[in-house]
């Protein structure tokens, strides 16, 4: 884990830092490639700092192809699935190491496991303040969280964009995070059955426990610095859209 300066601005200015998902490396070489140019563009209209963090989320791209082969499908993917959500939730434990030596108020953007991070980190006690925290499609259900707790380490907003088109948290989620779910899954669809149809649509029909909030979102009502944003995407193509999603709530950042 470490931090990535990608432009600096005004002098103790706030600095945002993009905290990458599951879903993000498709470009081993530059995991965080789609993320750089809006968030620059953005931090430059600012006059803030902006960085990227980047982890080991040990996802598909970095494991061997034979685990995603059919034979391996079921311990191939629940395994690099639940690696990567054990190594988010140790991220958020260390990043406050990160933010000691930032030196300036930070405002974190995470994406799906990136913004279960930066929701994991301030639910907890005597951690580094934020100013804001800006969770897109986040990959976290809200009993995983204290939602209190986070508004307590956040100066200024902490804002919750989801989607209900989300396919990828609706159903593999879900699926990714039952062993027995994902098991009867797999075997419907070798066999080609009906039922595996059936079982997607009920998960896509969100008849689940504890969905993840970046598909149904959070009841703000009695929360004083929370605001939720919903948006009709999917959930790879929030970073197409950041700049314009970051400008929409400058003044909450």
Not at 14 to 39: C, H, Q, R, Y
Not at 93 to 114: D, F, M, Q, T
Not at 145 to 162: A, F, H, M, R
Not at 188 to 210: M, Q
């Amino acid at each position: 884990m470490h931090l990535k300066i990608w432009c600096d601005g005004e002098p103790n200015a706030p600095i945002v830092i993009v905290i990458p998902g599951f879903m993000n490396e498709t470009d081993i070489s530059n995991p965080l490639k789609g993320w750089t140019a809006p968030t620059v563009q953005f931090a430059r209209t600012q006059m803030f700092s902006a960085a990227g963090l980047y982890w080991d989320s040990k996802s598909f791209a970095k494991n061997e192809i034979d685990s995603l082969s059919l034979h391996n499908l079921q311990n191939g993917v629940l395994n690099t699935w639940r690696s990567a959500r054990k190594e988010a939730d140790r991220v958020a434990k260390r990043l406050g190491e990160i933010l000691e030596n930032v030196g300036r108020p930070a405002i974190l953007i995470g994406h799906s496991l990136g913004a279960r991070i930066a929701l994991l980190y301030a639910s907890q006690k005597d951690v580094t303040p934020l100013q804001s925290i800006y969770a897109l499609a986040p990959a976290v259900s809200v009993s995983e969280i204290d939602i209190s707790q986070v508004e307590n380490n956040v100066e200024k907003s902490v804002l919750i964009g989801y989607s209900r088109q989300d396919l990828v948290l609706q159903c593999l989620y879900p699926i990714g995070r039952n062993k027995s779910l994902f098991s009867q899954t797999v075997k419907s669809l070798k066999r080609r059955d009906i039922k595996a149809l059936s079982l997607l649509s009920r998960i896509v029909s969100n008849h689940v426990e504890n969905p993840p909030i970046g598909c149904v979102g959070l009841d703000t009502s009695e929360l004083e610095k929370t605001n939720t944003y919903e948006f009709n995407t999917h959930h790879t193509h929030y970073c197409q859209n950041l700049f314009n999603i970051l400008s929409q709530v400058e003044e909450l950042l």
